[in-house]
């Protein structure tokens, strides 16, 4: 069973005490809603790195050289 650690400041006493059903339930609702942000931060970063490539891809098409479409990027 899943502990946590508890330290009595004033005393400096440390205990292990094991993790209440709700607790429990409140640390897997948490890595879910953290595994699915971190989801949305990659698809987001994906898509912009995707339109970043794409509009210098067009920049390019238009004749533009490498260091100009740079230029413009910064």
């Not at 009595?8 to 609702?29: F, H, P, R």
């Not at 809603?33 to 490539?53: G, M």
Request: hydrophobic share 55%; net charge negative.
């Amino acid at each position: 069973m899943p502990t946590k650690l508890i330290v009595d400041c004033s005393t400096g006493v440390a205990t292990e005490v094991e993790l209440t059903a709700e607790e429990i339930a409140q640390q897997e609702a948490d890595a879910a809603a953290f595994a699915q942000a971190e989801a949305e931060r990659i698809a987001a970063e994906e898509a912009k790195a995707a339109a970043k490539a794409a509009a210098e891809a067009k920049l390019a098409a238009l004749g533009l050289t490498a260091d100009e479409i740079a230029a413009l990027t910064k």
